[in-house]
Antibody, heavy 118, light 106 residues
Framework: EVLLLESGGGLVKPGGSLRLSCAASGFIFSDYNMHWVRQSPGKGLEWVSAVNRDGSSTYYTDSLKGRFTVSRDNSKNALYLQMNSLRVDDTAVYFC???????????WGQGTMVTVSS | DIQMTQSPSSLSASVGDRVTITCRASQDIGNYLNWYQQKQGKAPKLLIYGASNLNSGVPSRFSGSGSGPHFTFTISSLQPEDFATYYCQQFYIVPNTFGGGTKVDI
């Protein structure tokens, strides 16, 4: 069974940092590109970032470039999102998801909540 | 970035109704368009990929069509479990932008 489990969310002050993790199981993690998507309270889905299978290529939505860094450790079946200089508007549930070529994001984690507030 | 315009933003419908949602991309994206369902407090679920392909295990009352900039998502006969929010997403180029969502309620 494919499982994705996010962790690392919590309450942080503006300007602070958090590192989110996504633990993958039930599939060959290194065969798939992985994505992060977020959802602010009461709002729609926002694509955040992606990383290719071996971690050599990373992608970000323009507004987050320079503050967020996506990475992965295929030996640990883990995906990460390092978030720096956090702002109030980064408050959201952050989902990790598996990308299947020509199909899309076929499995998602349950999400982890990040709250940025003073 | 490619902008995805989804309409309507919300609709009210009854069990058994036919429901149609549209999604328009700001440029040609071929058939690189997916549809997701999200229920309150849950992760999104992939329903349709490649504009018109039903994901495994998804009931056949769900369908998608279109290409280029214009796409349509249809529920042929709305069921009680279909009340949710639906999103389109383009996979033509990063950032893989989502539409604003369509909330389907009673």
């Amino acid at each position: 069974e494919v499982l994705l489990l996010e962790s690392g969310g919590g309450l942080v002050k503006p300007g602070g940092s958090l590192r989110l993790s996504c633990a993958a199981s039930g599939f060959i993690f290194s065969d798939y590109n992985m994505h992060w998507v977020r959802q602010s309270p009461g709002k729609g889905l926002e694509w955040v970032s992606a990383v290719n299978r071996d971690g050599s290529s990373t992608y970000y939505t323009d507004s987050l470039k320079g503050r967020f860094t996506v990475s992965r450790d295929n030996s640990k079946n883990a995906l990460y999102l390092q978030m720096n200089s956090l702002r109030v508007d980064d408050t959201a549930v952050y989902f990790c998801a598996r990308r299947v070529p020509t199909v899309g994001l076929d499995f998602w984690g349950q999400g982890t909540m990040v709250t940025v507030s003073s | 970035d490619i902008q995805m315009t989804q309409s309507p933003s919300s609709l009210s419908a009854s069990v058994g109704d036919r429901v149609t949602i549209t999604c328009r991309a700001s440029q040609d994206i071929g058939n690189y368009l997916n549809w997701y369902q999200q229920k309150q407090g849950k992760a999104p679920k992939l329903l349709i990929y490649g504009a018109s392909n039903l994901n495994s295990g998804v009931p056949s009352r769900f369908s998608g069509s279109g290409s280029g900039p214009h796409f349509t998502f249809t529920i042929s006969s709305l069921q009680p479990e279909d009340f949710a929010t639906y999103y389109c997403q383009q996979f033509y180029i990063v950032p893989n932008t989502f539409g604003g969502g369509t909330k389907v309620d009673i």
